[in-house]
Each structure stands twice: as C-alpha cells, then as structure tokens.
C-alpha cells in the first residue's frame, strides 16, 4: 500500500506542530514580525505557496540565531507539505547551524524532523543517527510539560519506523503499552490525538480490519473538523485512508470521490508525491469499474508523475548527502581547535582507516565466497536472453565521466550482486534513489556502474531482474500460469497490466500470454 508512505509523510506535519509550541514558548509580543509569522504558521496546511511567501520575507529581515533558526524550520515544514524533500532538508540543517546552542528542547525537535525526512527517503542508517541523537536530549530537557511532549514525540516517531516497516502488530503493541501517556500528551497537545488515530487507521488495515481502520479514519476527521482550523493537507491523506479501506471492501463508488478530492489538494500543493500515490488509487479503483476512459486518464498521469519523483527523489538523496557531509565537516572543525587539532586528526583518520580496512578485509572475503554462490546459480538457473553479467568492459577513450574508487566500485558491483539474489526488486517502489540509499552511496555512482557493467540504464536493469523473476516462477511452479496478467505483473513489481506486457515483449521477443501458451504446450508435450 504505497500510499502509506505518504500517509507517514502527514505525520511530520504534526511532529513540525513541535516547532510552533516553541513558538509560544518565547516572548509574546504584538510585533509585526511575530504576527506575519503566525500568519505563516496558519496557512501552511492550507495555503503553502502564500506561507513561504511570508516566511521567506521574515527570514530576509531576520538578525538573530536563534529566529533565523525557527524561521527555518518553518519553512522546512512548507516545502515538507509541498513535497520539496531537497529545500526542506536544505532548511533543517540550517536551521540547526544558525542556532548551534539551541535549548535542548528544540534541538531535540530539530533531530526528530531530520530524522522523519531522511528515513522517507530511505536513508534510514542517517535517519537513525538523528533519532538516537534525540533520545540522549530527552534526559536534558527539564520541563516537565516539555519531557512529556518530547517522550510522546519520540513515541510517534518510533510507532512510525514500524508502520513503515509494515510491523502492524509491533506497532499497535507500542501504542496500547503507552496509551495512558499519550492521553495525557493529548490533553495539552490534540495533534498526537489525531496522529495516533490516523496511525490506529494504517495499522488496522495494514492487518485487514478495515471496519476498525475505518472507524479510526473517520474520528480523524472528526479531529480535524473540531479543531476549529481547517487543515487541508491532514484531510487529503485521511481521505486517502478511508478510500483505501473502501477500495478493499470494493466500494469503488465511494472510494473515487474521496480520491478526487484529496488529489486536488495535492495539485493545489504542487505535491508531486501524494498526486502520484492518489493517482496509482485511482487507476486501481477505475480497473475495478471497468472505466477505461478514466483508466487511462490517471494511468498516463500516474507514469508522468512517476517519472517527476525519481528524478525528486535523486535530487533529495544527494542533498542529504552533501548536507550531512557538511554537517560532520562543521562539528568535526569545531571540537578540534589549538595546538594539537592536526595531531588528533591524523590518529583520528589512522584510527578509521585501520578500523575499516579490517572490516572490509573480512567483508570481502565474505562477499567473494557469496559472489560466486550467486553466479553459480545465475549460471544455473537463467535464461539466456536476460543474462546479467557484470564483467568489466573496456574504457574507450576514457569515455568513463566519473572517477570511482576501486575499492567502491567493486564493493558496489557485489552489493548489485546480493540484490540481484533477493527479491527487493519486486518492490514497485525501487528507484535508483531508494537503491543508493540502501547501498549507502549516491545515484551518480550506481547509475554509472550499471551502465559501465550490465550495458543497461537502471530502469532496464530492473525490468530485467524483474522479467526473469516471473519467467523462473512460470517455469518452476505450474499454478503460476494460471494466474491472471495482472497478477504476474503485480507480484514481480510492475504498476500495470500494460506497462508489464510491454517490457516483456521487449525483453523476451513475445507477449507474455504467448510465452504462458508455449509453456503449457511444453508441459503437455513432457507430461502426456
């Protein structure tokens, strides 16, 4: 259900509402600056494009840290509603640079939305850096009001990297254990009692108890409704739930509607993201209708879409990266100051460089013992007309543009290997973003390392695991023919029937119902 993900992308709205109690924390004043910011801070969820607008002002007029800071992260959560994952990460981290002695307490919000960001873009090693950095500010916040606040904030975040996960059961075992405390949170801060419910709503479906995921979607909306501030952006991702739980008790006719209508707010919000999840919903519950005019309609729109995010989702992946990079620059420079600063250093490096190459060293004699297991089977069991080889190919001309460590390109070229073992390309969300997450390097990298070894762009080095995925399944396990197109081509990552069909004729020179007839003929003929 890959609008769950976005559906999580919701929950850093309210995990960024952190910020504005902060807000109230300072001063109040009837400043012309504080009153555009709470203006700012009031259209976010309704009007993002006016609210940068407002917010881009007051940081242009802005002198001190610690306003600059909180400006920023103001603005991080507009381009997080709008989809920007690159700005909105751009303005985190300065946010946290120009208030380098925050209180504990916004520090602690501050490492909680850098977390929440990386980890929807799969940086979850990066992500998880900042959440623990978090937890060791719990115990520095002295507050009580704000502990409490920072514990369930914590909590939420924690119930989040489960759902995402798709760890239902987990999930809805932490909320139950900490039920009494999140009530209490809820009491002065609503927005965890709305959080949770939407969560209660994804975790019952996520198990299949769509009546209870339906009650809970409902009282979200409920939630919002009485909050007295009507919020957009929480309205589309809940309609998105109800229209989920609809869709799988094949009420299509209520579904769309519900569909429509957040995708609207998606549109309005330039969120090529949620456009493109609601969009994929719709195409699904239109197949259900049997409406090819509308089927068509949003199938074109959902690959258009498909197309703008990969090329975000690269985008975001390489900020992260270069901002991180930054990051551990600046605190590096700053804790290694006077006389022996270049000394330490050189220990420092010593110290890293010995650690790692001995990890690598035991590593590699692992991965070459798994690398020929791996070929050895390939060898075995592929076809021959989607054969990968990664054999190294002659340089023309130094035609290579990128300059790539040995010792990294070899080390890629074994995790392609692990990967092309698993069943991690089924995932219709895998990009080469999500990719290089998962292999701890840039998409600049991996792109030109599948190019340079397999001959292939990414998206044909993917369709091709995923062609010969489904063609060992049809030869291996008989039942497997007798299932329709649309289930092949869901269960070995593709979006559509079409988009399927079209990438194995390409790959195998047939049709896939050809190569089933053919198949079936060939087992009749063994088995007479």
């Known amino acids: ?106 520090a602690l919000k501050t490492a909680v939305a850098k977390s929440e960001v990386l980890r929807t873009l799969y940086l979850d090693r990066q992500a998880g850096k900042y959440y623990q950095e978090a937890v060791g500010m719990l115990s520095s916040v002295t507050d009580e009001k704000e502990k409490k606040f920072c514990q369930t904030l914590l909590l939420l975040e924690e119930t989040g990297l489960l759902l995402e996960r798709q760890s239902y059961s987990k999930a809805l075992d932490l909320i139950e254990k900490n039920s009494k405390e999140i009530d209490e949170t809820s ?6 009692d709305l959080w949770f419910t939407i969560f209660k709503g994804r975790i019952f479906s996520g198990l299949n108890d769509f009546d209870k995921g339906a009650v809970s979607f409902n009282r979200a909306l409920e939630l919002i409704v009485g909050d007295g501030n009507k919020n957009n952006y929480a309205e589309a991702f809940v309609l998105v739930g109800l229209a989920n739980v609809n869709f799988h008790n094949k009420q299509h006719q209520l579904a769309v509607p519900q569909l429509l209508k957040a995708l609207k707010t998606a549109k309005t919000f330039n969120n090529i993201y949620l456009s493109r999840e609601i969009s994929k919903l719709l195409v699904d519950n239109y197949i259900a209708l049997n409406d090819k005019v509308n089927y068509k309609l949003y199938n074109a729109e959902f690959f258009k879409l498909n197309a703008e995010v990969e090329n975000g989702e690269q985008e975001s992946v390489n900020t992260a990266y270069n901002l991180i990079a930054k990051e551990y620059e600046s605190g590096y420079e700053g804790k290694r100051q006077g006389y022996f600063r270049k000394l330490y250093v050189v220990l420092g490096i010593f110290a890293i460089v010995a650690i790692l190459s001995a990890a690598f060293w035991f590593r590699l004699q692992w991965d070459q013992k798994r690398l020929k297991e791996i070929i050895s089977y390939l060898e075995i069991t592929r076809s021959n007309f989607v054969i990968l ?22 080390l890629i070229l074994k995790k392609l290997k692990r990967f092309e073992s698993s069943t991690r390309f089924t995932n219709n969300d895998m990009s080469i973003a999500v990719l290089a997450g998962q292999f701890d390097t840039n998409t600049k990298y991996l792109s030109e390392i599948i190019n340079t070894h397999y001959g292939v762009n990414f998206n044909t080095y993917i369709n091709k695991l995923r062609i010969n995925h489904i063609v060992e399944k049809l030869k291996s396990d008989p039942n497997f023919m007798n299932y329709k197109i649309s289930y092949l081509a869901e269960s070995c990552g593709f979006s559509s029937h079409s988009s399927f069909a079209t990438v194995f004729k390409s790959i195998t020179g047939i049709a896939p119902v050809t190569f089933i007839e053919l198949l079936k003929n060939e087992k009749e003929i063994s088995n007479p």
Do not use: C, W
């Not at 080889?389 to 070899?410: C, D, L, M, V």
């Open 187 to 192: 009491k002065a801060f609503p927005y965890f």
């Open 1 to 106: 259900m890959m609008y769950f993900r976005f559906l999580f992308n919701f929950f850093f709205a309210f995990v960024f509402a952190a910020v504005l109690f902060s807000t109230e924390a300072v001063a109040q004043n009837d400043s012309e600056e504080r009153l555009l910011f709470k203006e700012s801070e009031g259209l976010v969820y309704n009007n993002p494009d006016e609210a940068l607008k407002v917010a881009l002002h007051l940081l242009s007029k802005s002198t001190s840290g610690s306003e600059n800071s909180e400006i920023n992260l103001l603005i991080a959560e507009i381009y997080k509603v709008k989809g920007d994952y690159s700005n909105a990460l751009t303005h985190l981290f300065e946010a946290g640079k120009e208030d380098a002695d925050q209180e504990p307490f916004s």
């Open 389 to 410: 080889t990664a054999e190294k190919k002659e340089k023309k001309n130094g035609s290579k543009k990128t300059h790539i460590p040995e010792e990294t390109e070899q």
